[in-house]
């Protein structure tokens, strides 16, 4: 299993970005993908899940109303939209497969994190 997140970067508060999650050795679409981000001195935490079918999705509070998760099974992808950002959502993000076709809250795979800074 193997993930390949890109898309992070340095931008301004109130900036978008999309970041991008290439995902190989293993049946991308049979498996519930999440996204986590990770703060300087904080613990890595869930803020997004999207099931098989992109028919459920979850948003922890503090993205919701602000990021948008989505996939695309043929092309082996998932992505967040990250807009209205603020100086908070500095964070490595990284994506996740979960166990399960469904957001279970279990996950067995991270990618290497991509790092997104917000500053003025």
């Known amino acids: 299993v193997q993930f390949v997140e890109s898309g992070g970067g340095l931008v301004q508060p109130g900036g978008s970005l999309r970041l991008s999650c290439k995902a190989s050795?293993?049946?991308?679409?049979?498996?519930?993908i999440a996204w986590f981000r990770q703060a300087p001195g904080k613990e890595r935490k869930e803020i997004s899940c999207?099931?098989?079918?992109?028919?459920?999705?979850y948003y922890a509070d503090s993205v919701k109303g602000r990021f948008t998760i989505s996939r695309d099974n043929v092309m082996n992808t998932a992505y967040l939209q990250m807009s209205s950002l603020i100086s908070e959502d500095t964070a490595v993000y990284y994506c996740?497969?979960?166990?399960?076709?469904?957001?279970?809250?279990?996950?067995?795979?991270w990618g290497q994190g991509t790092q997104v800074t917000v500053s003025s």
């Open positions: 996740a497969k979960d166990r399960s076709s469904f957001c279970s809250g279990g996950f067995d795979s």
């Open positions: 999207i099931n098989i079918s992109s028919t459920s999705t």
């Open positions: 050795g293993f049946t991308f679409g049979h498996y519930a």
